[in-house]
């Protein structure tokens, strides 16, 4: 099957800081990814569609600002945190499905973000 | 607004019986029901499910959708500790391919 990497796994960051979280499509390509974050015991909220070559695309009460993304290839986009807080602790996983197929998303391993 | 829920939210049960998640949706545009186990980290593809009534099976793991009352199951027979998991339940769009969630099933196995 297709293949989404997601990097870091894992970062911890102080209060203030920005964090990136890279998402790689790996063997096809993808006009369009998508951000999800997960909280402790519940489900994937999608936050964004991520869009090749334009602006992404954000799902009603997710600050734009705040979550910046980039979709700069057609096998990467980046997802940052920026002036990081606490509340935005989470999981977040990005998932593409390549481009004319109606197959399955794949999903990248996740990032737990943890800002202290 | 598009839905997706699941049901039950939790189930416990004990190895060996069989459990059925539930998924039920209220979306413009459907395309494709899709299930997934989610482990530790990111879900794991079951199941994708389009037309009515045929029931696609891996395993002890079968699933059947509805697209007339818009719902759909996923069974699990002989149910093992290694299939605790939260069941994820999601909807595809025509001319999109977001997916919506619903909140999951968390699925717990005791010996």
Known sequence: GAVVSQHPSRVICKSGTSVKIECRSLDFQATTMFWYRQFPKQSLMLMATSNEGSKATYEQGVEKDKFLINHASLTLSTLTVTSAHPEDSSFYICSATPVGLNTEAFFGQGTRLTVV | ?111
Not at chain 2, 5 to 18: C, I, K, R, W, Y
Not at chain 2, 31 to 37: G, I
């Open chain 2, 1 to 111: 607004e598009d839905k997706v829920v699941q049901s039950p939210l939790s189930l416990v049960v004990h190895e060996g019986d069989t459990v059925t998640l539930n998924c039920s949706y209220e979306v413009t545009n459907f395309r494709s029901l899709l299930w997934y186990k989610q482990e530790k980290k990111a879900p794991t593809f079951l199941f994708m499910l389009t037309s009515s009534g045929i029931e696609k099976k891996s395993g002890r793991l079968s699933s059947i959708l509805d697209k007339k009352e818009l719902f759909s199951i996923l069974n699990i027979t002989a149910t093992q500790t290694g299939d605790s998991a939260i069941y994820l339940c999601a909807v595809s769009f025509q001319g999109a391919q977001k997916l919506v969630f619903g909140q999951g099933t968390r699925l717990t196995i005791n010996p």
